[in-house]
């Protein structure tokens, strides 16, 4: 049973969520899994694409658009497949209509083979989609000075990857990772490359406060058990980062003292 944090939410410009779990739509291998998966997992927010709504039966047509209604979780539209911030920012002013909401994920994408954000623009779209009301959440990568700059022109939360999109590599830079959460005084939520449900408990204990991810619980064998799977880990992996871990040590400490008189003695005495 995915484990609720209702005393510990997640605020993203102002508004909070119960869960720290952000699930993608597609990919899917039918409707009633999408929303099985959806209702297990409880996610703060599902995302939904309008450039990719339509590759397959589970987002296609107005069923689609149905089923997001029915399942009365809050819609995070994106900006998939722009590779520039005009085409971006017409997007999300189509998304915005669409759904009825000022969220949008930015996506600018400047590698089709890594799926690499363009680095270059992704700060100029969401400053104009800043200026124009939207609630940003840009997705880009682990590099420092960019997600500082995100932040300059009024984005109140970053979406960093951990691995390109759909790879399910976890975490392959966790310095640059670490950095970030040291550095960036807002809410970021790991997107992208997590494979594993152990990966999104890993950068949860880290400290970011969320996870967004789609393929790792759409193709796995069982995606309404996966998704089940990465609720209770980024419920697990919060806890733990508020829990405070001990520190690494460089040698073996006994669990138990071995100093003095065996406890068996003590009775003899």
């Not at 102002?14 to 720290?20: E, K, P, V, Y």
């Not at 796995?220 to 733990?240: L, Y």
Request: glycine share 8%; charged share 15%; with cysteine.
């Amino acid at each position: 049973m995915t484990i609720p944090t209702p005393q510990d939410p997640l605020v993203l410009y102002g508004q909070t969520f119960a869960s720290r779990l952000l699930l993608g739509t597609s990919r899917y291998p039918s409707p009633a899994v999408l929303e099985a998966a959806v209702l297990r997992a409880r996610p703060a927010m599902v995302t939904a694409s309008l450039r990719r709504q339509g590759s397959n039966p589970a987002e296609s047509g107005s069923s689609f658009w149905e089923l997001l209604r029915k399942l009365n979780v809050p819609v995070l539209p994106n900006t998939a497949g722009c590779h520039s911030v005009q085409e971006a920012v017409t997007t999300a002013q189509m998304a915005r209509e669409v759904f009825g909401t000022p969220w949008i994920k930015l996506e600018v994408i400047g590698d089709d083979y890594t799926l690499q954000p363009d680095t270059l623009n992704l700060v100029e779209a969401a400053s104009l989609l800043i200026k124009d009301g939207f609630l940003v959440l840009p997705y880009t990568t682990d590099d420092l000075v960019l997600c500082q700059r995100l932040v300059d022109v009024g984005c109140q939360a970053v979406m960093p990857w951990a691995a390109p999109i759909g790879t399910g590599r976890g975490p392959q830079n966790p310095y640059a990772l670490q950095t970030l959460r040291e550095r960036v005084p807002v809410p970021l939520l790991v997107d992208a490359g997590l494979g594993l449900p152990s990966h999104a408990c890993q950068v949860m204990e880290w400290g970011f406060d969320g996870v967004l991810l789609n393929t790792a619980v759409a193709l796995s064998q069982d995606p309404v058990a996966m998704a089940s799977a990465f609720a209770n880990a980024v419920a697990a992996g919060r806890a733990a980062h508020r829990a405070g871990a001990m520190a690494p040590q460089q040698a073996a400490q006994p669990s138990t003292p071995v100093l003095g008189t065996p406890f068996w003695h003590h009775d003899k005495a």
